[in-house]
């Protein structure tokens, strides 16, 4: 299935978008779309941290993906 990642601050620099279309297997986890994204964007291995969230709420790797679903990267903030 095709699933629509939207990026935010230093992820969208890395993507080269503001959002990207990936696919993945129907029934996937966060975790293997981690995994997916981590080896067709290596540079996201370098933060030091980011986030998946699923329809607007952080989400846990086990947290099973589906078409319909709203997808979104959340790199790490700074604040000042």
Request: no cysteine; hydrophobic share 40%.
């Amino acid at each position: 299935m095709i699933v629509k990642i939207l990026a935010f601050g230093i992820t969208k620099d890395i993507f080269g978008a503001s959002e990207k279309e990936i696919e993945i297997n129907e029934g996937s986890q966060v975790k293997a779309l981690k995994e997916l994204l981590e080896k067709d964007f290596p540079e996201l291995k370098k933060l030091k941290s980011y986030f998946i969230a699923v329809d607007d709420e952080y989400a846990d790797d086990d947290q099973v993906i589906t078409r319909s679903n709203e997808i979104a990267i959340i790199p790490p903030v700074s604040g000042g």
